[in-house]
């Protein structure tokens, strides 16, 4: 006889299984249409120490702010508002 289920375990081995919420597009969510190049402190958040810009399946943002996020993040590199690689 099988024993009773716990709460917030599923039948499957007794594994447990969490409900990831979507993540929402923080520029849609603000109604932002333009990204400022110049505005480093919001650009570094999506910019790790190495450098690398942050893909969409991280940061979470829809393909049109990303698109538009990257050309910022270009310019600001070319204004050497922010590094090219990590320290």
Same mark, same amino acid.
């Given at each position: 006889m099988a024993a009773p289920r716990q709460q917030g375990q599923q039948d499957m081995g007794g594994r $447990?299984?969490?409900y990831r919420r979507?993540?929402?597009?923080?520029?849609c969510s603000e109604k932002m249409d333009y990204?400022?190049?110049k505005d480093v402190s919001l650009l570094q958040s999506y910019v790790p120490e $190495?450098?690398?810009?942050?893909?969409?399946r991280i940061t979470?943002?829809?393909?049109?702010?990303? $698109?538009?996020?990257?050309?910022a993040l270009k310019k600001a590199r070319v204004a050497a508002l922010i590094s090219y690689v990590g320290e």
């Open positions: $447990r299984y969490f979507k993540r929402v597009c923080r520029f990204i400022d190049f $190495r450098g690398r810009i942050l893909p969409r979470g943002t829809c393909a049109w702010h990303q $698109r538009k996020l990257s050309t």
